[in-house]
């Protein structure tokens, strides 16, 4: 197993990157954040990194191979992906863009809580390329891979948590420039074009 620091590092400067650039889930924890505070992203940041931990353990334990034999399997859960981001980013792009209310139960644009990110990982192209790295550059072989593949899905989770949290951090301070409804607007159409910008990218990753 991934006992030692020197051979995880690698491993969790990786684990970093994918989970701190700009993506689907991040751009959506950014915005859920800003709109709703800090705590209602929390959920979000749960169910996208346990998710996405559990889609590397998957991978890694031999699904990904499935994926690679059956490249019409990947393309069709792309596409799957690709057109629900699409409509999670026309959903922003048109949601109300009255006064910033963190206790507001209801709005025109329904929340995504802790089920709705997980699920988002399962279709989300970033989190499959992913976890396809992970299994074919880091996880071993043979009798050890197993073991590998849990340590190196635990690591990512303690990795990608913080990651995430920063992003809803960053929304949360965002808020305070966003008072106005002009600049909700702005912002809510800002965040639905980069989460379209993301999901269509994908196509070319």
Not at 78 to 84: C, E, N, R, T
Not at 153 to 177: D, I, M, T
Request: proline residues 5%.
């Amino acid at each position: 197993m991934l006992s030692s620091v020197p051979s995880l590092l690698p491993f969790v400067l990786f684990a970093f990157v994918a989970s701190i650039t700009p993506g689907p889930t991040n751009i959506l924890i950014l915005s859920n954040s800003a709109r709703y505070g800090f705590r209602a992203a929390l959920p979000i940041i749960l169910g996208a990194g346990v998710a996405a931990t559990g889609i590397v353990w998957l991978v890694g334990s031999g699904f990904g191979q499935a994926l690679t034999r059956h490249p019409a399997l990947h393309s069709v859960m792309q596409w799957v992906g690709i057109l629900w981001l699409s409509h999670l980013a026309w959903q922003i792009f048109r949601a109300p863009t009255g006064p910033l209310d963190p206790r507001a139960a209801e709005t025109g644009q329904r929340r995504l809580g802790l089920l709705g990110a997980a699920a988002l990982q399962w279709i989300n192209p970033k989190t499959w390329m992913m976890a396809l790295a992970v299994a074919s550059v880091f996880a071993g072989e043979g009798s050890e891979r197993q073991g590998q593949v849990l340590s190196l899905s635990l690591a990512f989770l303690l990795v990608s948590l913080p990651c995430l949290g920063a992003w809803a951090v960053l929304g949360a301070g965002s808020s305070r420039l966003l008072r106005s409804s002009q600049a909700m607007q702005r912002f809510n159409r800002g965040m639905a074009l980069l989460l379209l910008a993301s999901a269509w990218l994908s196509l070319w990753a």
